[in-house]
C-alpha cells in the first residue's frame, strides 16, 4: 500500500509540470497587451521598453516559463499588474472565501444527494425514482448564473430576507462567524449546490440499485438480517463512489465558481480570476489557475487513496 501511494504521488509530479506549461502557454498566447494595465496608449517609447525589460517581457517564452516556474515553487507569483499587490496575498485570501463556499456546496451536496440518490436507487422505477431522477437532471442541467439571478430577484429583490451580493454587511472581504455572513452565504451556497444535487444523486442511485441486484444481498435477506443492517452494507459498498464523485465534485466547485462569485460579488478565486481575465492581467491569471489545477490534482490524488484505504477490493499492487 505504501508502495502505491508513493508511486501515486510521483505520478503527480509530471501532470503537475504539465499543467504549469499549458496553464504559462494559453495565457501568453491569449490576445491582447498585457502592459496595457500598466501604461497608458500614449506613453513614451522608452518607458514602455523600460517595462518589458523589467517585467521579463524581452527574454523568450521558455526563458519566461522558467523563471516564472521557479519563483511559483517558492510560493513567489509575481505582483499583480492592475493593483499592485502580491498575487500570493491575493490569491490567499480568495482560497479561503471560495473554500467556505465550496464546502458549503458539497455539503449540501453530498447529504441531499446521497438521500435523494438512495431513496430513488431503493425504490427504483417507482414514482419517488422518476422525481428523483427529473430533479437530478434539472439540476445538471440548469446554469449557474441564471439560477442564482433567479433566487436574488426573488429572496432579495421581491421577499427581502435575504441579502443580494457580498459576503458581508458593508462590503466586508472577510469571513466573520455570525448570522450576518451566514445570510450572505445562503444564496451562493445554494447556487453551487445544485449541480452537485444532481451529479451526486444520479450516481448513488445507479450505484445503489447495482448493488441491490448483487447476490450477496440475496444472501444476506435470506438469512432474515434485519432491513437496517442489510443497509449498512448497501453504504459500505456504495462508499467509495460516492466518496470519489464528492471528491471530484469539490475541485470543479473551486474552479466553476466564477460564475457564482461574480452574480453575488463574492471576493473568492473566481472573483480574481473574472477581474484577471478583464485586466489582462497575467500574474494574477496564471497564479489562481495554477493554484486551482493543483487543488484538483491534489484531491484526485487523495480520493484515489482514500479509496483504496476503504475499499478492499481494489487491487493496487
Not at 465550496?102 to 441531499?112: D, N, Q, S
Not at 429572496?155 to 435575504?162: D, N, R
Not at 462590503?171 to 452537485?196: A, C, Q
Request: hydrophobic share 55%; net charge neutral; with cysteine.
Amino acid at each position: 500500500m505504501i508502495a502505491y501511494i508513493v508511486r501515486r504521488v510521483l505520478y503527480v509530479i509530471p501532470i503537475a509540470l504539465g499543467v504549469s506549461v499549458i496553464i504559462f502557454g494559453l495565457v501568453h498566447i491569449a490576445p491582447g497587451d498585457p502592459l496595457n494595465a500598466v501604461v497608458p496608449p500614449d506613453a513614451p517609447k522608452e518607458t514602455v521598453e523600460l517595462l518589458i525589460k523589467a517585467y521579463g517581457f524581452d527574454k523568450p517564452l521558455p526563458v519566461q516559463y522558467l523563471i516564472w516556474l521557479g519563483k511559483a515553487l517558492e510560493g513567489d507569483f509575481g505582483i499583480s499588474y492592475a493593483t499592485g499587490r502580491t498575487v500570493s496575498d491575493a490569491i490567499a485570501g480568495g482560497v479561503v472565501n471560495t473554500l467556505i463556499l465550496a464546502v458549503g456546496g458539497i455539503l449540501i451536496g453530498t447529504i441531499m444527494g446521497c438521500s435523494i440518490g438512495a431513496l430513488a436507487g431503493y425504490f427504483q422505477g417507482s414514482w419517488i425514482d422518476k422525481l428523483a431522477t427529473g430533479f437530478a437532471i434539472a439540476g445538471v442541467s440548469v446554469p449557474h448564473y441564471w439560477l442564482g439571478l433567479v433566487l436574488v430577484i426573488i429572496f432579495s429583490v421581491e421577499l427581502s430576507v435575504l441579502p443580494a451580493m457580498g459576503m458581508g454587511p458593508g462590503g466586508s472581504t472577510s469571513w466573520v462567524w455570525d448570522v450576518e455572513h451566514f445570510k450572505h452565504l445562503i444564496l451562493p451556497v445554494i447556487t453551487l449546490s445544485v449541480i452537485p444535487i444532481g451529479i451526486i444523486t444520479r450516481s448513488v442511485r445507479a450505484t445503489i440499485a447495482e448493488i441491490l441486484t448483487m447476490e450477496f444481498i440475496q444472501t444476506l435477506e435470506a438469512k432474515g438480517l434485519k432491513k437496517g443492517r442489510v443497509f449498512i452494507h448497501v453504504a459500505m459498498n456504495a462508499a467509495p463512489t460516492v466518496l470519489a464523485v464528492s471528491g471530484l465534485q469539490i475541485g470543479y466547485l473551486l474552479g466553476g465558481s466564477i460564475l457564482v462569485e461574480t452574480v453575488f460579488s463574492w471576493p473568492g478565486t473566481g472573483f480574481l480570476l473574472n477581474d484577471a481575465i478583464f485586466r489582462r492581467d497575467i500574474p494574477l491569471l496564471q497564479g489562481v489557475i495554477l493554484v486551482l489545477a493543483m487543488f484538483f490534482v491534489v484531491l484526485n490524488l487523495l480520493v484515489d487513496i482514500a479509496q483504496s484505504l476503504i475499499d478492499p477490493r481494489m487491487n493496487r499492487s
